[in-house]
């Protein structure tokens, strides 16, 4: 435990002085705030064109959460996708490129304390970014009245959401000593696990189950529109838990080989 | 003390290092002498515990490299090839980071990182950043990562490489100084350094020891260079016979 601190810390000490920490939050916040004004500019014309026609029951029908915080929450997972990568990329590959690898192998720490500091230190890094991100359900709070329950489950979703995508990229980064190999291919795996589904109406029943279970909007979606299911918080552990086991096993391999 | 025994390694087809063994004492400096590419750093970093052999075994004070690896890594202090610098660290930070990472008591972080400082004569880049450090400054910081934890066995890969002659002698005073009590392996390519620091020699090509021998027992004047050059220009299969070299360098010189 005391270990796995030490090396949470440092790491995260490393990505506020890199300083990828900042650039990283900058480009997740910018975005989100073109989306989100984007959104409440398309939400307010909506309102006007419904109000000018008259038409009571399509106005009534609006509503903040399904017109702006569902659309941003997917747009911001999008953007996850590509981010998520670049800060995982250099958790393993660039120890081994610059020769700290050694070090970090050969002092008395398990292999299980390394994978789980490291990993501590990049969900902080991602979670900070997405409480960041709570201020645009707060300017929603100031100036209107969308449902805060269904943006606690929408916000926790994304929350598991970055977790399993930070999870996926310590595996790929564990896996060679080239960081544009290691975002590359968590990209892959993380554009992979978006669009699985797709081919689902075409194979058998059971086989369309099956890639609609390890689709990733399958789940998120349902948070994102407050619906928080067993099934989904289990199925973003469970990508976790995997994730983490194999880059153990590939750290572990490292030294056994 | 560092017992290596009957160390094999290779890498698919090609093997690393062949039945490689030799033992370092308390208090003896071995110089682990060999060309490039003879497996120098291999066989170093399985005694490490970095990588494992594909046969035989390490003994770390009696402790199984491989077994009981966290023990015997505690025990360790090691610098490979190219100093193991984190580039964005300082290297106070960067040096209380390894302390912690060793296995250094809270409490005394602050004392080992600051011994290690002076030892090490970093007092001046204490607070700069690794990645502006010189050459020379970055293996001592090497060197003080090594330390820091103050193991009874110190692993050092060409400690001395890519260095001026002052810095060099500097880095050997510091070897020097360290290895009163303890167990130090260092490699080299440069013969002279190994007559001028170690007590023993262990002579490696193409993965075989060839020679494993005290220097005070070479005769004075052998030059370390003939031994060196006709060991491995044999290429014998079998390990040499230590007194047959030595007899047949010195009848060179005669």
Redesign the interface.
């Known amino acids: 435990m ?2 796995t601190l ?2 949470a810390a ?1 790491e995260l ?2 990505y506020f ?2 300083p990828i920490a900042y650039v990283v939050m900058a480009v997740f916040l910018l975005l989100g705030g073109w989306f989100f004004f984007v959104l409440i500019r398309r939400f307010d014309l909506l309102m006007h064109i419904y109000a000018a026609m008259g038409n009571q029951q399509a106005l009534q029908g609006l509503n903040l959460n399904e017109a702006v915080i569902s659309p941003l929450l997917q747009d911001l997972s999008i953007v996850l996708v590509i981010l998520v990568p670049a800060i995982t990329m250099r958790t393993f590959a660039e120890e081994k490129r ?13 292999t299980g304390e390394i994978v789980a500091g490291k990993f501590l230190a990049s969900a902080t890094l991602v979670l900070i970014m997405i409480a960041l991100s709570g201020i645009y359900p707060l300017i929603l709070a100031i100036f209107g009245n969308p449902e805060m329950g269904v943006i606690g489950a929408a916000w926790l979703g994304m929350a598991l959401l970055a977790v399993a995508f930070v999870s996926i990229g310590l595996f790929t980064s564990s896996l060679t000593q080239n960081q544009i190999i290691a975002a590359i291919s968590c990209f892959g795996v993380l554009l992979l696990l978006y669009v699985i589904s797709w081919p689902a109406e075409l194979g058998s029943a059971t086989l369309g189950d099956v890639l609609r279970y390890l689709a990733l909007p399958e789940h998120f979606d349902q948070m994102i529109k407050g619906v928080i299911d067993t099934t989904d918080i289990v199925y973003f552990l469970s990508v976790i838990l995997v994730a983490l086991f194999l880059t153990q096993r590939s750290v572990e391999s490292a ?3 | 003390m560092i017992e290596v025994k009957n160390l094999n390694k290779s890498y698919g087809d090609f093997v690393a290092i062949r039945d490689v063994s030799f033992t370092a004492e308390q208090g003896q400096i071995l110089g682990f002498l060999g060309p490039n590419g003879a497996g120098k750093t291999t066989t170093m970093r399985i005694i490490t515990g970095f990588m494992p052999a594909t046969s035989g075994s390490v003994l770390i004070d009696g402790l199984d490299s491989f077994r009981q690896s966290l023990e015997a890594r505690r025990r360790i202090g090691y610098l490979p090839e190219s100093p193991p610098l984190y580039n964005e660290m300082r290297v106070r930070g960067y040096l209380r980071f390894v302390a912690k990472l060793r296995g250094v008591e809270r409490s005394q972080v602050e004392d080992a990182v600051a011994h290690v400082v002076n030892a090490c004569g970093l007092q001046a880049v204490a607070d700069r950043i690794c990645g502006q450090l010189s050459k020379g400054y970055r293996q001592r910081v090497g060197l003080a990562q090594a330390l820091i934890h103050n193991p009874p066995v110190l692993v050092l890969d060409e400690p001395t490489i890519g260095l001026d002659p002052r810095q060099i002698h500097e880095i050997r005073e510091l070897i020097r100084g360290f290895a009163k009590d303890r167990t130090v392996v260092l490699s080299t390519h440069i013969l002279p350094e190994v007559s001028q620091i170690c007590d023993k020699v262990v002579i490696i090509n193409e993965g075989r020891v060839v020679l494993e021998e005290s220097l005070a027992k070479i005769p004075a004047g052998t030059s370390l260079e003939d031994l060196f050059l006709s060991t491995i220009a044999k290429e014998h299969h079998e390990p040499i016979d230590a007194e047959e070299t030595l007899e047949e360098v010195g009848a060179g010189h005669a």
Not at chain 1, 98 to 110: D, K, S
């Open positions: 005391r270990n030490t090396i440092k000490q490393s002085v890199q610059v020769g700290t690898y050694e070090l970090l192998l050969t002092a008395p720490v398990r030294r056994w080989r």
